[in-house]
């Protein structure tokens, strides 16, 4: 099910294992399209695995092996056909799978955190405010926010001069540097990162690695994509490899 | 050849069974103070907008013992008060007077007059437009709505809109009123001068609206309250002179042009309050030397 | 699309804790009209801060479902009820007339498509904001002006325009003012039909930022009508599809917009232009 990563940057031994953030179980998923004749295109087939507090796990697999929709799901962003994604609330586990619409935002609010490939955001508000969101959510005050937006900006060499600025002008890498810092700004329990790196060079790169072992050491569980190998290599404890669990078309 | 029949009519013009059906809907206004009661308005022999529903009400409670008065604009001798006096005389045949005290029955347009009314009087008002919503919600389904929800905040945003237009509430007629603490109502087209006239009055107050078939009532000793704004309370005009024929303050004077070279005098819209107080020995600055004659307006 | 957009979930739901009761309840909602049925049998459910999409075609039952739910019409069948302040839910059929009205201009608020018939043209920006303040027992002008300059400046509308009647104002600008009108006395729920319909696109996007965080600052529970999936997926958290009637789909809203299951559903999802 899962194998170990090829490399492994933090040498410090993945803790014993706590109740996991996130425990995926016989997780099944096909999409029907109703506009082709009902044609249906199957997405996993009893997926099982668990994300632990500081731990990275990847998702391995080729391209359309259906990665992103398992991040969607355990987002909640995509209905399961089967099977329960138990997100760890307290001490209670809440299926995603079937919790009711205003559980799933609330986990959203205060649990999860997403990072997504592409950014979408509203015309007219500024980068800071779009970055430092989660955080005034939480009840931070907006000047302590906005220090932590324009701290996390600046580790991911977002020029300043963008930052007043809403982000819906910025170039792929820009917005991808916006998104990761809205993601990682608050603490969260669970990150899901749909290839955080992708738009980024070397050096961007390092800095979202740097972050994500930040996470880890705070003792939070990631669940990530990673199509590039030295980022995935750096960034994951170990691999789950969902080829395995494709269900054949 | 035989003569033409001599032409009869019905004592006070309108037959019987119409003037039942007047009195009932007087009596349920009285009932429900400020309530405007539909009646089913008649045809006169006068066009609307010359008093054909206060005519209609006078028709309907007069009585051959009855004195009956009638002012416009608080002048007896208007046409309009004229005709409706000499009207009421025949086809009734009751006694009329210019004087306040002696009617029994006072129709009125524009003013309620300045002699203090008596329990035995019945004050008439003539009224145009009996929906004080009307100017802000033109449906009358919806206006009546309003009243008997006693849903009101659209009265103050007239209010509201003179304030922020004028600077201050300008509306100086029709001024809305509070009656019994229960109904909006429109008292007609008098001065706001006369809004606290109604309030606590021993006459009974009848309204008509002969257009928009309309009935309503302020029954004697009625709170009636003028609406305002806390900070833009509820004022009556005020005049920095007194009459200039009879020298009566806190009156509501009419500007009177005296020629074309911007001579004029302000004097009492009463006639017949004018009239008394000259009597009585009062004088203005232009008063004119001698006895008063029967009519202050030129 | 992606669903770690800014979208409705990020704010607004602040009292949504899991075990709180529903504002707005509709059990078994049914409407014909003659033999044509324009609502059946809808259960719904609105919770405090949250805000509903109804979504569909012309004709597809959204508009009646909206009059129903906001006691406009009558239904054929079922039930509404609402949780008044502090209080249980209430039937709103057994509601009087005096307290349905009161409900309209106090706890309530009604943002129409068509700004004509949700202002007083004739009266001025100042008096439409006002007018719901009066209708509470205001009585001071200073104060009633003071705050009516406070939400016209909350929706944007520069404060020498408060003596302005709307006659003169752009379409934006109308819907703006009627906000203002609407959320002058802090709704708890909030009604919105197709609020942004027959407005420039440009004058859209702004309207829905001033709608969306406006409705988050007072926390207000919304159901808003709309045929544009991208309004609803800005603005709602929660989404129903109808369809002849019927709620066909409903659920979290990027969830309905990004893996939609029923057939129609899907047809309007692939039927928009991506944005």
């Not at chain 3, 059946?40 to 009059?67: C, N, Q, R």
Request: aromatic share 6%; with cysteine; charged share 25%.
């Amino acid at each position: 099910m899962t194998r170990p990563a090829r490399s492994h940057p933090d040498p410090r031994p993945i803790p014993a294992p706590a109740t996991p953030r996130l425990r995926v179980e016989g997780l099944t998923k096909a999409f029907t399209l109703h506009l082709r004749d009902g044609l249906r295109l199957p997405v996993v087939q009893g997926l099982s695995f668990t994300v632990a507090p500081g731990e990275c796990v990847a998702l391995g697999g080729p391209s359309g092996a259906g990665k992103s929709s398992i991040l969607k799901m355990a987002f909640g962003n995509y209905r399961v056909d089967s099977g329960a994604i138990l997100i760890a609330d307290g001490a209670q586990m809440v299926d995603v799978a079937t919790a009711a619409p205003r559980r799933v935002l609330r986990l959203r609010r205060e649990r999860i955190a997403y990072v997504s490939q592409f950014l979408r955001v509203i015309p007219r508000i500024a980068t800071l405010d779009v970055v430092s969101e989660p955080l005034r959510g939480d009840g931070v005050p907006a000047d302590i926010a906005a220090r932590r937006a324009r701290d996390l900006l600046a580790r991911l060499n977002l020029p300043e001069r963008l930052w007043a600025l809403p982000p819906a002008t910025f170039s792929g890498g820009e917005q991808q540097r916006v998104n990761v810092a809205r993601g990682f700004i608050a603490p969260r329990d669970l990150l899901l990162l749909d290839e955080p790196t992708a738009s980024l060079d070397a050096e961007n790169s390092a800095a979202v690695v740097a972050l994500i072992a930040e996470k880890k050491a705070a003792g939070t569980a990631l669940l990530g994509i990673f199509h590039d190998a030295a980022v995935r290599d750096a960034a994951a404890d170990r691999i789950v490899d969902v080829t395995r669990f494709g269900a054949q078309p | 050849m035989s003569a033409m029949p001599t032409i009869t009519y019905n004592f006070g013009y309108l037959d019987e069974q119409t003037k039942r059906m007047i009195r009932r809907a007087i009596l349920k206004a009285i009932a429900i103070p400020g309530y405007q009661v539909p009646f089913a308005s008649r045809e006169m022999p006068m066009p609307y907008g010359w008093g054909t529903g206060g005519v209609q009400v006078t028709a309907a409670i007069l009585g051959p013992d009855d004195i009956l008065k009638v002012i416009d604009q608080g002048s007896d001798d208007t046409t309009n008060a004229v005709a409706i006096r000499s009207f009421f005389a025949a086809t009734a045949g009751v006694r009329t007077t210019t004087r306040t005290k002696e009617a029994t029955i006072i129709q009125t347009r524009h003013r309620v007059p300045e002699t203090k009314l008596g329990p035995e009087q019945i004050l008439v008002y003539q009224v145009p437009i009996p929906e004080p919503l009307r100017f802000l919600e033109p449906r009358e389904t919806e206006t009546r709505t309003l009243h008997a929800l006693a849903d009101y905040g659209l009265m103050h945003v007239k209010l509201y809109e003179d304030i922020a237009r004028h600077g201050h509430i300008a509306t100086t007629y029709a001024y809305p009123v509070m009656v019994a603490g229960r109904y909006v109502t429109d008292p007609s087209p008098i001065p706001k001068f006369d809004n606290p006239k109604l309030d606590d009055c021993p006459a009974l107050q009848l309204f008509g609206a002969g257009r928009e078939q309309r009935i309503y009532a302020i029954p004697p000793h009625t709170r009636v309250v003028s609406l305002d704004f806390e900070d833009h309370p509820f004022r009556v005009q005020r005049f920095d002179r007194p009459c200039a024929l009879c020298g009566a303050e806190d009156v509501y004077l009419d500007e009177v042009i005296l020629d074309d070279r911007g001579g004029r005098m302000f004097v009492c819209s009463d006639t017949d309050h004018c009239d008394q107080r000259r009597a009585a020995g009062h004088a203005g600055t232009m008063a004119p030397q001698g006895a008063p004659k029967g009519t202050s307006k030129p | 699309m992606n669903p770690n957009d800014m979208s409705a979930d990020d704010v607004g739901a602040n009292d949504m804790s899991a075990d709180e009761p529903p504002l707005l309840s509709a059990r078994g909602l049914t409407k014909y009209y003659g033999a044509r049925a324009g609502c059946l049998d809808v259960d719904l459910d609105v919770y405090p801060g949250e805000v509903l999409a109804i979504v569909g075609e012309s004709g597809s039952g959204k508009s009646t479902l909206l009059a129903l739910l906001a006691t406009e019409l009558a239904p054929s069948a079922g039930t509404v009820g609402y949780r008044m302040a502090g209080d249980a839910l209430t039937d709103l059929a057994t509601l009087p007339e005096a307290d349905r009205r009161r409900l309209l201009r106090t706890e309530w608020g009604f943002v129409r498509q068509n700004a004509e018939q949700g202002l007083r043209m004739a009266v001025s920006a100042g008096g439409n904001v006002g007018e719901r303040l009066m209708a509470i027992g205001w009585r001071n002008y200073g104060a009633i002006r003071a705050e009516a300059g406070d939400w016209l400046g909350r929706v944007e509308i520069a404060d020498d325009r408060i003596d302005d009647d709307p006659r003169g104002f752009s379409g934006g600008m109308r819907q703006r003012l009627q906000i203002a009108r609407n959320l002058v006395t802090r709704p708890r729920l909030v009604f919105m039909d197709e609020p942004t319909g027959g407005l420039d696109v440009s004058v859209q996007a702004r309207l829905l930022d001033l709608i969306r965080s406006l409705v988050a600052d007072l926390g207000a529970a919304v159901i808003i009508v709309t045929h544009d999936l991208a309004v609803a997926r800005l603005l709602s958290h929660r989404i129903m599809v109808m369809r002849h009637g019927r709620v066909i789909e409903t659920g979290l809203t990027d969830q309905v917009l990004d893996d939609p299951r029923e057939p129609y559903t899907q047809l309007l999802v692939a039927s928009v232009l991506a944005a």
